[in-house]
């Protein structure tokens, strides 16, 4: 993949910084006192390297990370996962029209238009990929991107990752890095203390849901380890209360049918938590709360928008913010979105993470979105 390189890890040592282990596939490219730049335009000089081989055992030399120590150029420390030779324009990739191929998705015009203004921006069939095949169209494109489209399934996306890496085409998050905010379980334990209990299955099945919660008590919610059926509230997925198993199967179970071969891994159950309730959705009555919908982008909060309103970012204070930047910097994936929810009792809990690729940018307005790539690069001109 040329000159974007991927950080694996970090490892502090005293005295000397941080070393930074990347992969190993372009390791014969970097040289001691190359510059390199993260995804925020904040610049390092190579000043060491080594191969890692005491840290990793028996793994075979050419799949052995190479390690390197940087020297900061503006101060501050790599910022998300990727380090490049020249941080260029970003490319940005929609899926097409279903029926006229070198269109927009009706519902990514809006994004499309927006994007177009500063970036390269492709097209290809999200129906093509669903079967194994990549078909582009639209501008060239290659180098480092961001998809913006439908939700993919882990494998799906890996899928779609590796046939546009073939291409020249490097999305900003792995698989890996995807796979583990997309998906409840892959997120939940480095965020436990900040969101609610829960707890989850793999088969997709009402009796090992009830089990896994079974010393629960009071109201559940349940989902898969993507979605939820939120709109179908009452039905399918708040449940009054979990140890009441004649009804919690019930609510399970319409749940798990429901969502037939659309459920994602398997059934998840979270503790209900009394959130700031600000109404009721028009159309299918579930309970809307004071909810943030927060763009983390190379570990910095990107933009926050309210969820369901237009009221943007409004009800959130200066030390919430704070709050919100240490989550941003505990995020193992360059882009993210994380969604926040203000309990009853006034403060903030994360509701969900998401690949930042595919959430909807809710009431947050594609030029404000798009703009913000642009704001950023024209900082990176002046600096
Ligand atoms: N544990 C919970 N306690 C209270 N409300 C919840 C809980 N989980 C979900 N909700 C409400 O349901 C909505 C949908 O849940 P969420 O986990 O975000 O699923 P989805 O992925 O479908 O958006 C949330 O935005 C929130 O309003
Ligand atoms: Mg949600």
New binding site residues.
Partial sequence: MGDIFRILARFKIDERGIIYTIENSNKANIRIGDILFDLRNNGFRVKGMEMLRRLLGDTPMDEIPVGILLEPLSGAEVMGNILVRELKNINFLFCNHPLYQKRVDEDYKGEYQAAGLDHACALFSFEDMETGTLSLYGEEISGLTIYRGWMMKPEMYRDFYSKLEERGIILINTPKEYEKYHL?PGWYDDFKEET?A?VWEKQGNVKSALLAAASWEG???V?DY?????HE?YDA??IPEISDAVNAAKVIGNFIDRQGEGLVGGVVL??????KQIGFHERSG????E?YRVFIYAGKVFAVDD?WTENIGAGISDEEYQWIESIAKRVKSNFVTV?L?RKEDGTLII??F?DGQVSGLQQLKPEKFYGMFRQRRERQKRG
């Fill in positions: 409840l609610t829960t109201a559940c919610i989902k993507v979605k939820s059926r939120k509230w997925c708040f979270r503790q209900f938590e009394r959130l579930m309970p809307l709360s909810e969820y969604d929810a509701m969900e998401g």
